[in-house]
T-cell receptor, first 113, second 113 residues
Framework: DGGITQSPKYLFRKEGQNVTLSCEQN?????MYWYRQDPGQGLRLIYY???????QKGDIAEGYSVSREKKESFPLTVTSAQKNPTAFYLC????????????FGSGTRLTVV | GQQLNQSPQSMFIQEGEDVSMNCTSS?????WLWYKQDPGEGPVLLIA?????ELTSNGRLTAQFGITRKDSFLNISASIPSDVGIYFC?????????????FGEGTQLTVNP
């Protein structure tokens, strides 16, 4: 079955360390997105990519980096520059031209210890 | 950026009761979407709305696209325990600019059996 997979489900990081969250989709979707979710807040866009080898900053890109070397993959690196990285991170993909065609992964909960 | 105000933030109801939640925006959207998120999972699309004034149903769920294009509401009739979760509204302006979604802050729904 096609879908979008995020790994790991839970991640613990020491302060000052970079960490990379994985997002893989086999839906043949062109666009991929990373969102951050904090309690009591909506999803906030970190980065998005509409095609391979291209990506744009979202609303809260500082302290994060991404790459899009393959259509299927859109990893997110949380760098040590991100001052408050503990959050639930959601990856999504979308078929271009379909407004409601977002598919979300099941998320990664990152905790800084 | 654009902001969506979603209310109420939380609701505690008895099984069988009807529920209503809404979102308002300071600017116009061309598409309104309603999602449900179960704990520790990604959001799942419930209803998509594409035209001002549109009223759409999906089982016990009914949603409307406000005539001004700046608001939307979601009703759940005859609630059941599995309706528990966080409900998000999301607006999309256009297919350009990466087809970004702007999310509301969410409504946490608790249903008491």
């Amino acid at each position: 079955d096609g879908g979008i997979t995020q790994s790991p489900k839970y991640l613990f990081r020491k302060e000052g360390q970079n960490v990379t969250l994985s997002c893989e989709q086999n839906l043949n979707h062109d666009a991929m997105y990373w969102y951050r979710q904090d309690p009591g807040q909506g999803l906030r866009l970190i980065y998005y990519s509409q095609i391979v080898n291209d990506f744009q900053k979202g609303d809260i890109a500082e302290g994060y980096s991404v790459s899009r070397e393959k259509k299927e993959s859109f990893p997110l690196t949380v760098t040590s520059a991100q001052k408050n990285p503990t959050a639930f991170y959601l990856c999504a993909s979308r078929k271009t031209g379909v407004a409601h065609g977002y598919t979300f992964g099941s998320g990664t909960r990152l905790t800084v210890v | 950026g654009q902001q969506l105000n979603q209310s109420p933030q939380s609701m505690f109801i008895q099984e069988g009761e009807d529920v209503s939640m809404n979102c308002t925006s300071s600017s116009i959207f061309n598409t309104w979407l309603w999602y449900k998120q179960d704990p520790g999972e990604g959001p799942v699309l419930l209803i998509a709305l594409y035209k001002a004034g549109e009223l759409t149903s999906n089982g016990r769920l009914t949603a409307q696209f406000g005539i001004t294009r700046k608001d939307s509401f979601l009703n759940i009739s005859a609630s059941i325990p599995s309706d528990v979760g966080i409900y998000f509204c999301a607006g999309q302006l256009s297919e350009t600019s990466g087809s970004r979604l702007t999310f509301g802050e969410g409504t946490q729904l608790t249903v008491n059996p």
